[in-house]
């Protein structure tokens, strides 16, 4: 599920360029291209040193054991059946996913991929929809069909299938922010496909500034229209919405993000979903949960899970924009529209 792609409030290139920090040292830009998106990097290291191949090398890594679109990569051997062994950090996703799906009551589901392909939002081929084949996918669809015990995948049936897609964004942010860490780099923000981490403060030795598009459909360029814009420090934050990734057909608009219990994308008045917490594979996936499962029952959630913050934005019932924000989110509302 491809995810909104928020503003970063700063000038980004693909060669890393530096500035003066008046206490420690450079600043360092880097960006390109991983998991079928871009990445951009801040960070301050007190010399210049570029870190983008080492950066390259961990995201090419991570494709290789998380990509869909990579025929050799560890997942989609997985779901040819061909391997069930499986890496410690294959078990970390996989654990995180099974949490936010026990959490969202089924609604967040990693095993939701022969849909998604059905549906023409995946690496597979779209069927021609009709109730009896979303009824003989559906089959294979939850998180009760598949375990991981001592680092090996069972399933339940071998048509069951992973898909990541709304959650691995996350992981490589804390992937790399885990590599940034062992370097002992104070100050960072890490961006892979709109999914953000940032740790201490930029080079205005201010907080992190991070823009929110208005969830307008057509609305495809980053930063044109802004709805909020949020200052933050040592969080995580993710954007989910159906306002980028959707097709039209008979009049009627199909988002990516699928219902995992009806087998149909979600249809709510839900439009965005932008979650900040402590890691950002958890953001991510809590964004794309409560973009299918809506307004309600996702406020219903964030009245329990005291360790998320989240700004919704939302139709009613004249199709005006409204807001629903935790309480925690308002120390970092910069400026709102």
């Known amino acids: 599920m491809q995810k909104i792609k928020l503003l970063l409030l700063c000038t980004l290139t693909s060669v890393y360029y530096s500035c003066l920090s008046p206490d420690k040292g450079v600043f360092l830009k880097i960006s390109g291209f991983t998991q079928g998106t871009t990445y951009h990097i801040t960070y301050e290291y007190p010399d210049t040193v570029n870190l983008k191949p080492q950066v390259d090398s961990i995201l090419r890594e ?79 669809v939850g998180m009760n069909k598949v375990k991981i015990e001592n680092n090996q ?31 002992s780099i104070e100050n960072y923000m890490i961006e892979v496909g709109g999914e953000i981490i940032t740790k201490g403060l930029n080079h205005e ?7 929110i598009d208005r969830p ?35 009049g009627v608009k199909y988002s990516h993000s699928i219902n995992p219990k009806t087998g149909y994308p979600s249809r709510n008045q839900l439009l965005s979903a932008t979650v900040l917490a402590d890691d950002c594979m958890t953001a991510d996936a809590w964004a794309t949960a409560f973009m299918v499962m809506g307004l309600e029952k996702s406020k219903a959630v964030l009245e329990t899970k005291k360790d998320l913050e989240a700004y919704l934005i939302y139709g009613d019932e004249v199709g005006q924009y409204r807001v629903y924000a935790t309480k925690g989110v308002e120390p970092y509302i910069l400026k709102e529209k």
């Open 62 to 140: 991570f494709d290789m054991s998380f990509s869909l679109y990579e025929p050799n990569s560890l997942i989609s051997k997985i779901n040819r059946n061909e391997v069930t062994s499986v890496s410690s950090g294959f078990v970390k996703i996989f654990n995180k996913s099974l949490e936010v799906w026990e959490g969202s009551e089924g609604y967040f589901d990693v095993t939701v991929m022969p849909l998604v392909n059905a549906w023409g939002f995946g690496p597979g081929m779209k069927s021609d929809i009709e109730r009896n084949i979303i009824d003989s996918l559906l089959q294979y």
């Open 153 to 183: 995948v069972i399933k339940e049936n071998p048509g069951v299938t992973l898909d990541f897609n709304a959650i691995a964004q996350g992981y490589s942010v804390d992937v790399l922010a885990e590599y940034f860490d062992s370097l």
């Open 205 to 211: 030795q201010q907080l992190w500034k991070i823009g």
């Open 216 to 250: 307008d459909f057509g609305n495809m360029i980053p930063g044109q229209q802004m709805q909020v814009i949020l200052q933050i420090r040592n969080r995580a934050l993710a954007t989910s919405g159906n306002y980028r990734k959707f097709y039209e057909e008979d």
